[in-house]
């Protein structure tokens, strides 16, 4: 969609000098955040506020409220940041256009496996993947705008 | 006391942790929590509320430093402080920790401390460029001050 610069998976969500690079490469000037936990959570929600230059703008939405507002027209450079495929998932399957998803950031947790390098994926989440690769959803992994992307489809 | 940790991104530090061991031979109780590379911001927020939760004194609060503002650890010990008494420091360096941990003391509070880390003399840069060859123009005492 118009104006939506960047989707992109980072379980560490606004993550300091990381993102502001992402910011600056993609020219954003706001950036939507949708996880139902990070936007039940004021305490987190003023945390992450901490970590994102003052100058731009940030919205943190339930799956819901994500769906209503990528719904609308987008009048500025927009990020999209999600912790897991499932919510995209989620979106697109609520009729928002999301062309292509850029897996930046999956740490290790006890339910997952490496899948290239420092990204790491459940069998659930690959499975997330493989259901947006159908819906022609272009997903690759590129943790820093310097680095080349690389498609997930070979190592799912 | 005021309890003190310091976190980072990988064993920065740790590294500066036992190089304080190595200039003052003691660690004063400071323990470091490394993210380690991979591991996610649920599992090292949980990683760090244990080591402090290990702490008995946790009325005097903690004194956390990190290396950089924004990043995991930084954002990990930010959203702590829901339940514990904390100050958060970002930038550290090896003065201000060598400062910090010989120079703290019962009376000092986080306010303090606060204010003493960040003070120039605790930071402790200096620099000066070095001509190659260059001499240093001191003025040299002789022990006969009439010659």
Redesign the interface.
């Known amino acids: 969609m118009k104006n939506l610069v960047l989707t992109r998976i980072d379980?560490?969500l606004?993550?300091?000098?990381v993102?502001?690079s992402w910011i600056k490469n993609k020219g954003a000037n706001q950036v939507v955040i949708v996880d139902d936990g990070t936007a039940n959570d004021q305490?987190?929600i003023e945390?992450?506020e901490?970590?994102?230059p003052e100058e731009i703008a940030i919205g943190i939405f339930t799956k819901e409220e994500g769906v209503a507002f990528f719904s609308q027209e987008l009048d500025e450079p927009t990020i999209l940041l999600v912790k897991g495929p499932d919510v995209l998932n989620y979106l697109v399957d609520n009729g928002i256009a999301i062309e292509e998803v850029d897996v930046g950031g999956?740490?290790?947790?006890k339910d997952r496996s490496?899948l290239y390098k420092?990204i790491?994926t459940s069998a659930e989440e690959n499975k997330q993947f493989k259901s947006l690769l159908d819906k022609k959803v272009n997903v690759f992994i590129q943790v820093m705008p310097q680095d080349k992307p690389i498609g997930i489809d070979k190592y799912l | 006391m005021v309890n003190m940790v310091i976190i980072s991104h990988g064993e920065f530090c740790e590294g500066l942790l036992s190089s304080l061991k190595m200039i003052s031979g003691d660690t004063y109780g400071i323990k470091a929590v490394p993210l380690v590379?991979?591991?996610?911001?649920?599992?090292y927020r949980e990683k760090l509320a244990e080591v402090l939760s290990g702490y008995s004194d946790q009325e005097s609060g903690f004194l956390i430093l990190s290396d950089?503002?924004?990043?995991?650890p930084?954002?990990s010990a930010?959203?702590l402080s829901?339940d514990f008494k904390i100050a958060l420091i970002s930038g550290m360096n090896m003065p201000m920790l060598l400062s910090l941990s010989l120079g703290k003391t019962e009376e000092d509070t986080l306010d303090s401390l606060v204010k003493k880390a960040i003070s120039k003399d605790c930071v402790g840069i200096q620099s000066k460029v070095f001509g190659k060859g260059e001499k240093k123009h001191r003025e040299k005492l002789s022990v006969n001050k009439n010659r």
Request: charge should be neutral; avoid cysteine.
């Open positions: 379980d560490r606004i993550h300091g000098q993102m502001t305490y987190m945390v992450l901490m970590a994102i999956m740490g290790t947790r490496v420092n790491s | 590379p991979g591991e996610s911001p649920d599992s950089i503002a924004g990043g995991t930084f954002q930010a959203y829901k």
